[in-house]
């Protein structure tokens, strides 16, 4: 047993270190829902990582080494997730990873890269537990639930003054999560919200739900959870003549979000929390313009993982390629960035976190409110 | 009380839609004893069919709602037809003499294969259909108001008149006493001279047309689909087809409606978290007082 342990572990190393020697690349893993339901996010980090890439590539690689991107597809489920980073640290030879998407994959495929020593900068993952939990090589470029949640409550407090709010979550890690931050931030500041559920992903008749936010006469529903429900969750609170409020977070920044709602009749007026917007920044301009030369509009989380790509490359370049020192680096460094300088706690988190809330109109785009 | 009134409603709906594609697992169960595992992917095939055929419509000029669906239903329902037959032709009739488990083996194999073909070739994003037809009936009852939009009308209307003229069908027509009779006992009916592997060729063909039906209706409905949703819709047909006791026609309607029902008002009066809990614990109750579920025969062991 013990000797059949070891044999794979020595092929595993032989094999991991024919691979480098093969190809004098960087080996960064790009990881998230490439297939899928939720496909349009995982299509927004591979652009930008590979935009990134390319820049970066241009500009002379990492110490002379060129960035090589090995896609890795975990489609939003937490068992594909860590089958896919097993894969990236044994047979790709990843030294750094951009991903992955969704909390409940990012969680458990975290542990993998921490065993392996393989730096890991998620764009998108805001679940408090990703960082909480210590891991020396996890880092993020976007803010946790727990600030977003209380941007959502202090705006529904301060700014609507309603007083009857539902919330509903999808029972997943990201979506039960940012709820329950949400939910926190609301009774702290002395509001009770009027009803709480879950409702199953995967599901689009949520007719029976809606009724039942009806009969609890709620003025804002918040929604915790993808733009894969949240869609049609918002179609049937229209149609079954709800005017309340549906405010969600950044699980639904994508275009895809006004298709599956049946159109931006429905999405007028929905609010949602997000990072000030990426494309606002100063330092990455020329990169936006590029994204939009090559036909992309780079929305969402696309300059999320052209910054997690930055962060990862300088990390690397500065610790001469080696990982564990890069991530020790980044904890004590600050890095620039096409969304301006970013510098990470002892946790991996950001310094600075920066949820404003946005409003999507009746042209199926969201604008920033002030 | 307004609650209430609208949770029947919308448990009506969504009921209807799994009693109609309930009709596909119980008819094939019904006739060759097995469970058709591509069949919820067949109407996930029908979903798509609805997108591609609203936009040949509109392409054509095609503006009216009435034509677009009609056109969209004939579209819909003859492709999914095909599809049923060429299934049942390409992965079951090899087996048709082979043990149950290949058949269920090579059922589960032909659901995989639909939805890897439909995510390849048409991708993996969430697709959608534009609104055709908004607007509602709303009905004040006291303080509140029960909401109906046309569209739930539309699903309603469609889907019993399709079961309507299926009872119809089975019932009085040439075609369906040959697939009662195939059902009856297989062997006895071809010595009869009945084609029976036509009869259940065309029992695929139905059942995929009724899938068909439900995929138009609930596409048009929620305007959201993606190529995994036939894996949950089929799981609750499927319960439905059980509940009403598998092999039974009008049980797999009165099944779809009774699940939809109970499904609704958990969630709307309970809790939404364990509707599902809710529901296939009802399946276990039912299970345990009539084990061939509420309208089927219990199986008489052939001497």
């Known amino acids: 047993m013990s000797n059949a342990v070891v044999r794979k572990t020595l092929i595993s190393i032989a094999v991991a270190g024919a691979a480098t020697l093969a190809q004098a690349d960087v080996v960064i893993g790009v990881a998230g829902p490439h297939t899928g339901a939720y496909a349009a996010f995982g299509e927004q980090l591979w652009k930008g990582a590979e935009q990134a890439a390319k820049d970066i590539n241009a500009s002379g690689g990492i110490n002379g080494e060129m960035i090589k991107l090995v896609k890795a597809d975990d489609a939003c489920e937490p068992k594909q997730a860590v089958s896919v980073a097993n894969r990236l640290v044994d047979s790709d030879g990843a030294v750094a990873v951009v991903g992955h998407f969704c909390s409940s994959s990012t969680q458990p495929a975290s542990n993998i890269y921490a065993e392996a020593g393989v730096l890991m900068v998620t764009p998108a993952s805001t679940n408090p537990t990703i960082t909480d939990r210590g891991l020396p090589n996890v880092f993020r470029v976007c803010g946790r639930d727990d600030q977003q949640g209380d941007v959502a409550a202090s705006y529904i407090v301060d700014k609507l003054k309603a007083k009857r709010v539902a919330i509903i979550h999808d029972k997943d890690t990201y979506g039960k999560g940012l709820a329950d931050a949400m939910k926190a931030s609301l009774n702290a500041y002395g509001t009770k919200e009027v009803m709480y559920e879950g409702l199953t992903r995967g599901e689009k008749d949520f007719n029976a739900l809606v009724t039942k936010i009806r009969s609890v006469d709620a003025d804002v529903v918040y929604f915790g959870g993808l733009h894969s429900e949240a869609g049609p969750l918002v179609r049937q609170l229209r149609e079954q003549g709800s005017k309340a409020i549906f405010m969600s977070g950044d699980g639904i920044v994508s275009d895809e979000f006004v298709t599956v709602a049946g159109g931006p009749q429905y999405v007028k007026g929905v609010m949602m929390t997000f990072g000030a917007d990426p494309m606002s920044y100063p330092t990455g301009k020329s990169v936006v313009k590029e994204f939009q030369a090559n036909g992309y509009e780079p929305e969402g989380y696309t300059l999320y993982s052209y910054t997690a790509l930055q962060v990862a490359a300088a990390a690397l370049q500065h610790a001469d390629l080696d990982p564990i020192k890069g991530a020790e680096w980044l904890h004590t460094h600050s890095v620039d960035t096409v969304m301006g300088k970013k510098s990470f706690d002892k946790k991996g988190d950001l310094t600075v976190s920066d949820y404003v809330m946005y409003e999507w109109n009746d042209k199926g785009k969201y604008i920033q409110l002030d | ?303």
């Open chain 2, 1 to 303: 009380m307004d609650i209430v009134l609208q949770q029947l409603v919308n448990g009506l709906t969504l009921g209807s839609v799994y009693g109609l594609i309930a009709i596909g697992y119980t008819m094939v169960y019904g006739i060759i004893g097995m469970i058709n595992f591509a069949h919820g992917d067949v109407y996930m095939v029908s979903a798509y069919l609805t997108a591609i055929s609203i936009a040949l419509l509109t392409f054509f000029g095609v503006q009216s709602f009435p034509f677009i669906i009609f056109g969209a239903l004939i579209f819909t329902i003859v492709i999914t037809g095909a599809y049923g037959w060429v299934i049942e032709r390409v992965a079951y009739r090899p087996l048709r003499n082979s043990s149950r488990l290949s058949v269920l083996i090579s059922a589960i194999g032909m659901s995989l294969i639909l939805q890897n073909y439909v995510q390849l070739s048409q991708g993996p994003n969430q697709q959608g259909v534009p609104t055709l037809l908004s607007g509602a009936f709303r009905f004040h009852i006291g303080d509140g108001f029960v909401q109906i939009t046309y569209m739930k009308l539309l699903i309603l209307l469609i889907a019993f008149t399709g079961m309507a003229v299926l009872t119809y069908i089975i019932q009085k027509t040439k075609l369906g006493r040959m697939c009662r009779a195939t059902q009856q006992d297989r062997k006895m009916a071809s010595i009869l001279g009945i084609d029976t592997d036509k009869v259940i060729s065309s029992v695929f063909v139905i059942g995929s047309a009724m899938a068909a039906l439900a995929g138009v209706l609930v596409t048009l409905d929620y305007g959201a689909f993606d190529f995994y949703i036939g894996f949950i819709m089929g799981i609750k047909a499927f319960t439905a087809a059980v509940l009403g006791g598998i092999g039974s026609l009008p049980g797999a309607m009165l099944g779809g409606i009774i699940l939809g029902l109970s499904e609704s008002l958990f969630a709307g009066l309970v809790s939404s978290d364990y509707k599902d809990v809710f529901s296939f614990s009802l399946l276990v109750l039912i299970l345990i007082i009539r084990p061939s579920g509420l309208l089927g025969k219990p199986a008489v062991e052939k001497v």
